[in-house]
């Protein structure tokens, strides 16, 4: 069985810094990636960004520049710290990690990023 909790989700004024973690146990290929997707109300789930095993990134071009995306391949956990961040960053955010020798998607409960204006 497979966890992803997320954490580090809440409420800052447009410009502010928010850091989400995500940690991920239980049994699963050592070759995997894991990253975030959002969900704006009325709007369909987009990636964020994602980070392969290796270090490899990926990201919306909306947020590159000032998302940045981390792991710690020893705790299978990774860090998504948000700068600048604006009101269209308002969305709950969902950690995914996917095995890659199963091609399964786990997906976490998802934790609300607020930005108001």
């Known amino acids: 069985q497979v966890r992803v909790v997320e954490s580090g989700g809440g409420l800052v004024q447009a410009g502010g810094s928010l850091r989400l973690s995500c940690a991920a146990s239980?049994?699963?290929?050592?070759?995997?990636?894991m990253g975030w997707y959002r969900q704006a109300p009325g709007k369909q789930r987009e990636l964020v960004a994602d980070?392969?095993?290796?270090?490899?990134?990926d990201y919306a071009d909306s947020v590159k520049g000032r998302f940045t995306l981390s792991r710690d391949n020893a705790e299978n956990t990774v860090y998504l710290q948000m700068n600048s961040l604006k009101p269209e960053d308002t969305a709950v955010y969902y950690c995914?990690?996917?095995?890659?020798?199963?091609?399964?998607?786990?997906w976490g409960q998802g934790t609300q990023v607020t930005v108001s204006s």
């Open positions: 239980g049994s699963f290929f050592s070759i995997n990636g």
């Open positions: 995914t990690l996917t095995n890659y020798n199963t091609k399964t998607r786990y």
């Open positions: 980070i392969t095993s290796g270090g490899s990134t």
